[in-house]
């Protein structure tokens, strides 16, 4: 399978719960994004890597969450003491030279 | 932080039909405008895309118009099929920008019906 990877596909959790997400991109893409996907809604950025450097966050990135890009090829995405607002589908997506986003099938995430 | 409109909130075609679904950005710097298909329990998959130096894209049945004075693009799909019923979401970005980062519009939920 040559597309973005991301696991666990569903994540049930108790509020106040960490939980860590993460995302394998396609091998020669080196910049890549998470977002945020309520239901109804398009998805909202969160976070750029290019290569194993972190250079934008969103606002929408509180300090409960946490990225990483060890090495510059997968990616984890880890939301301390979650909160029911939290409950979304978390989005990766990888970029080729081109220009081209390729999305994963992202981690439904559902704070009980 | 509400840069690209998208309309309308769902569309109902018959096959064979004509679907179009529009989009108005906000930012002059966008100069990436791509559209996405969404399946349910998926991740969005990009259908085709245009930069601001044509006016229009065909690729099969898909075709994106788009007019830089106004500040909206469209996507036209002809022939509408009922595997076509998905969500679609407009996007823009600034190729220039450091992160190139798309933003999305709301979504159209699209059904086709046979």
């Known amino acids: 399978d040559t597309g973005v990877s991301q696991n666990p596909r569903h994540k049930i959790t108790k509020r106040g719960q960490n939980v860590t997400f993460r995302c394998d991109p396609i091998s020669e893409h080196n910049r890549l994004y998470w977002y945020r996907q309520t239901l109804g809604q398009g998805p909202e950025f969160l976070t750029y890597f290019q290569n194993e450097a972190q250079l934008e966050k969103s606002r929408l990135l509180s300090d409960r969450f946490s990225a990483e890009r060890p090495k510059g090829s997968f990616s984890t995405l880890e939301i301390q003491r979650t909160e029911q607002g939290d409950s979304a589908m978390y989005l990766c997506?990888?970029?080729?030279?081109?220009?081209?986003?390729?999305f994963g099938s992202g981690t439904q995430l559902s704070v009980l | 932080q509400q840069q690209v409109k998208q309309s309308p909130q769902s569309l109902i075609v018959q096959k064979g039909g004509i679907s179009i679904i529009n989009c108005a950005y906000e930012n002059t710097a966008f100069d990436y405008f791509p559209w996405y298909q969404q399946f349910p329990g998926k991740g969005p998959a990009l259908l085709i895309a245009i930069r601001p130096d044509v006016s229009e894209k065909k690729e099969g049945r898909f075709t994106i118009s788009f007019n830089k004075s106004a500040k909206q693009f469209s996507l036209h799909i002809m022939d509408s099929q009922p595997g076509d019923s998905a969500t679609y979401f407009c996007a823009a970005s600034s190729y220039g920008g450091a992160t190139n980062k798309l933003i999305f519009g709301t979504g159209t939920l699209l059904a086709v019906q046979p």
């Open positions: 997506a990888s970029r080729s030279f081109n220009e081209k986003l390729f």
